[in-house]
């Protein structure tokens, strides 16, 4: 058998040797530096452990949902330029994600779902591809379809004003974990922010085509929009320990924010009834009723659950 | 060194001699042609052929990896699957600018793609079937591509040498991700051990396809060699990746579903069978399992962008003071009719 690289005489072709050298340490993700390297772990003292991992589930929920729906965009967006901006996003969102459940598995490892003896899925993927879609916790605006570009822009406005809002305040947490996981999301969402303003503006002040299209997908969005400042009663009993956000606290900051950029672009604030809930009355738990954070969503989440699911619930004792 | 561009209209006979001399000099020095240096305008078709088929591969190959990115088995290869398309964007978009170097904008070349007047690689006109594809793709497929465009690092062509070094670079990343998928899926259930078989059994012969059609019929390489642009023959290339490959596929567990297959100790090389060529030339003419579909997919989303794309022109001409800012927007009055992409 020849050895493969005697037939490289070049040195560029080294590039295609090294394939068989028996390193795990170069694969995508695990050369990286850990974010959350050297970062304390322990749940904080006077914090409920079930409450914390359910309150990192919400919000990492929110990013592998806008992650899911963002990716969608790959080999479809208007230009090559726009195709990698939207996958940039989708991948901040995603390690966002992945942090955010392992930190949820780490807190209370009984919400993550069981699978047959010696099934080697990791924590964040039982997470991410067995639960069921009504156990997500994502706020609704995150789920649906991304319509075209204009409305697509309209929502990473909306959401990325919010969870900024949301994760500079969260950077204080008395949670070293998710202290750092806002910190480093901080400036991955100003620079989502930063995008999708630009393009708001632009599509505003384009053509009249691209106005219509930009009303139309902010007006689409709007009735979500009310749901990301309600505060459900794992986000008050975790801001009350020191260790999350209330979001109703943050919707006069965000407003500001949003409200600017409307203005900049001459669009009106939608005038939109909020969505109402599922389930016609308050839920279970006297929280802000039957919604996203509560696991009640939209037809459309199902279907998009399913897809991302598919492969790794066919292979629950799978390695990949 | 190169020579000082003249329009090629007002050069005389002789000199025009002259030009051809010191290009095919440089040529035979190994030197780079740059975009501002007289070139012979069949090198430059060639170049525009060529590098254009190679922008539209990459972009074209987003589709059969993209459609999977949805359905990533894990976080973590959910992460790398995208990551790796995005730079096959990124790809399209180096050698886009190359060709653009050359006389030919990104917006004529795409509409060239959708209209059938420039290919792409046939490879990309076959179907991904399950996730394994992920993995044989990265490494036989960018593995066949590597051996395509190492030797491209070092083409006549400055631009094109230059974006292929930054590829390769890449290509070389993919392809160990690629294997490193498969390697851990054959560690994993019986199940995906099948599973990377039947994927490297569909995507063998299709990628020792890659490398084009045979030296005798393959008519432009007499030329592309003389002038530098290709370095080796189709052949020699072919070999050279069934050499590499081979250890692979033993160190992986996997059969190649080739009953040729076998080292040949005096020529120190393997002897091998050939691809099905008929099946070749018929995906090449259009007939592939994909190449409509691929086709249809990167129409629409061009013809989707359009709104966007005018979009941001006429604010762009706006902001600089102009007041008719359609002017400058030259095509696609169609695509006002657009679906709007993305509704589920």
């Known amino acids: 058998m020849p050895d493969v690289r005697t037939h490289e005489p070049d040195e560029h072709d080294n590039a295609y040797s090294g394939l068989l050298v028996n390193d795990a340490h170069w694969a995508f993700g695990t050369d990286f530096e850990d974010p959350l390297a050297g970062v304390d772990t322990t749940v904080p003292d006077g914090v409920d452990p079930a409450t914390l991992a359910t309150y990192c589930l919400m919000l990492g929920d929110d990013a592998l949902v806008l992650s899911q729906r963002l990716a969608e965009w790959c080999s479809n967006a208007p230009d090559l330029e726009e195709d990698i901006a939207l996958s940039n996003i989708a991948l901040d969102l995603l390690g966002q994600a992945r942090l955010l459940l392992a930190r949820a598995a780490a807190a209370d490892g009984s919400q993550v779902p069981a699978l047959p003896d010696g099934s080697p899925v990791p924590d964040e993927d039982r997470l991410a591809f067995f639960r069921d879609g009504v156990q997500f916790r994502n706020v609704r605006l995150a789920e649906v379809p991304n319509g075209d570009f204009a409305q697509t822009i309209a929502r990473i406005l909306l959401f990325s004003s919010w969870r900024l809002a949301l994760f500079e305040e969260l950077s204080h947490s008395r949670d070293a974990v998710l202290a750092a996981v806002a910190a480093k999301g901080v400036k991955e969402l100003t620079y989502h922010r930063d995008f999708a303003g630009r393009w708001f503006l632009t599509l505003a002040r384009g053509t009249d085509e691209s106005r219509r299209r930009l009303l139309a997908g902010l007006d689409a969005l709007w009735p979500y929009w009310a749901e990301l400042f309600e505060t459900h009663e794992v986000e008050r009993a975790t801001a009350l320990a020191g260790v999350g956000v209330d979001p109703a606290g943050i919707a006069a900051d965000v407003d500001a924010v949003v409200e600017q950029v409307l203005a900049v672009s001459g669009v009106d604030r939608p005038a939109v009834p909020p969505l109402a809930g599922v389930q016609g009355s308050k839920g279970d738990k006297g929280s802000t009723g039957s919604k996203g954070r509560d696991g009640r969503h939209t037809e459309a989440h199902s279907r998009m659950i399913a897809e991302m699911q598919v492969v790794a619930r066919a292979h629950p004792r799978g390695q990949w | ?344």
């Open chain 2, 1 to 344: 060194m190169s020579v000082v561009a003249e329009p090629e209209p007002e050069v005389e006979p002789e000199s025009q001699a002259q030009l051809e001399a010191r290009f095919q000099a440089v040529i035979g020095r190994k030197d780079r042609i740059e975009p501002r240096d007289w070139m012979p305008e069949a090198y430059r078709r060639t170049l525009v052929r060529q590098v254009a088929q190679h922008a539209h591969s990459e972009i074209i190959g987003m589709q059969p990896e993209g459609s999977w990115v949805g359905r990533a088995p894990s976080l973590r290869r959910k992460a790398i699957l995208l990551a790796k398309v995005q730079d096959e964007a990124g790809h399209g978009l180096y050698l886009y600018s190359a060709t653009e170097t050359l006389g030919v904008s990104r917006q004529e070349l795409t509409e060239m793609l959708i209209s059938g007047k420039q290919k792409y690689s046939s490879i990309f006109n076959y179907p991904t079937l399950s996730y394994a594809d992920m993995g044989t793709i990265g490494w036989l497929v960018d593995g066949a591509a590597i051996c395509n465009q190492v030797p491209l690092c070092r083409t006549s062509f400055g631009p094109y040498g230059r974006a292929m070094i930054r590829i390769c670079k890449e290509e070389s990343f993919h392809q160990r991700q690629g294997y490193e998928l498969l390697m851990t899926m054959m560690r994993g259930t019986d199940e995906q051990r099948a599973m990377v078989q039947e994927s490297v059994d569909r995507f063998w012969w299709p990628s020792l396809m890659m490398f084009g059609p045979p030296d005798d019929a393959s008519p432009n390489t007499a030329q592309s060699m003389a002038w530098g642009v290709k370095t080796h023959t189709n052949d020699e290339l072919r070999q050279r990746f069934v050499d590499m490959t081979v250890p692979q596929a033993k160190a992986l567990g996997v059969t190649l579903p080739d009953p040729e297959l076998v080292w040949n100790e005096q020529r120190g090389a393997h002897d091998f069978g050939q691809p099905d060529w008929d099946e070749f030339w018929d995906v090449v003419k259009g007939n592939g399992p994909c190449n409509a579909q691929r086709v249809a997919h990167r129409k629409r989303a061009w013809d989707d962008g359009a709104w966007v794309r005018e979009a941001a022109l006429a604010f762009a001409n706006s902001e600089n003071g102009e007041t008719s800012a359609t002017s400058a927007t030259s095509k696609s009055n169609e695509s006002n009719q657009s679906n709007e992409t993305g509704t589920a």
